[in-house]
């Protein structure tokens, strides 16, 4: 077997909870009478939550203090934090279950590499953390995806070799990340918008391990 573990993102590709930060950022917004939009919302997606908030300001057009913005990210994380509170495995995406223990019995190394700060709290909700041998999120790395430093961390803490790691993620900049780490990428979701994958599917419903991870 040439490749040794796969590398998970978690927002958009394990669970849904682009609503939840679209819902906590468009609430945000309104504090300084902006109203964010769902395609601004998804060029949200892997960004962490400084980086989103600077962007936000900038489409919004204001400046604002550090002091402000400090507030700002603590009070859309307040929101947000709320939001996730009932979160369950319900709300684990269609498929992701089956594959996780599929490619655990193949003998896949399976990593979390994820901007969220929030990331420990969603995968403990959910049940989903017993399948992974190790968890890089955003307190451990310092740049944002598409710097490849949360996935080569997880093949670090993992033991094995970039080249070695396939890498599933929902974002282009993930896909951007997993690429410029020389890992293999597939892509969760359409095609056209993630065109630098390797592969692309558009769920993980009825997905056969062994198929897909074949390159
Ligand atoms: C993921 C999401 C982003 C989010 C980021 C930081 O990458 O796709 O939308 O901004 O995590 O999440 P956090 O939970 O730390 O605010
Ligand atoms: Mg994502």
Redesign the pocket.
């Known amino acids: 077997m040439k490749y040794k573990a796969c590398l998970f993102?978690?927002?958009?590709v394990l669970v849904d909870?682009?609503i939840y930060?679209f819902k906590a950022?468009r609430q945000l917004g309104l504090n300084f009478g902006y109203q964010l939009t769902e395609d601004q919302?998804e060029q949200?997606?892997?960004?962490?939550?400084v980086?989103?908030l600077d962007r936000i300001l900038g489409w919004a057009g204001v400046q604002a203090s550090e002091k402000e913005k400090s507030k700002w990210l603590v009070e859309?994380?307040e929101h947000?934090l709320d939001l996730i509170s009932n979160m369950n495995p319900n709300e684990i995406l269609p498929g992701v279950s089956d594959f996780l223990s599929q490619i655990k019995k193949e003998g896949y190394l399976i990593a979390l590499g994820?901007?969220?700060?929030?990331?420990q709290i969603?995968l403990e909700k959910t049940g989903l953390i017993k399948w992974f041998d190790a968890i890089i999120?955003?307190?451990k790395v310092s740049k944002?995806?598409p710097d490849p430093e949360v996935f080569l961390k997880g093949a670090h803490a993992l033991g094995v070799k970039p080249e070695e790691c396939i890498v599933f993620e929902?974002?282009q900049a993930?896909v951007e990340a997993a690429k410029k780490g020389g890992m293999k990428a597939i892509g969760i979701g359409e095609a056209s918008v993630l065109f630098e994958a390797d592969k692309v599917i558009s769920t993980f419903l009825n997905t056969n391990a062994n198929s897909l991870l074949k390159f």
Request: aromatic fraction near 6%; avoid cysteine.
């Open positions: 993102d978690l927002d958009g909870t682009a930060h950022w919302n949200l997606k892997g960004i962490s939550r980086e989103s859309k994380n947000y994820s901007a969220s700060k929030n990331a969603i999120d955003g307190n944002s995806k929902d974002a993930g």
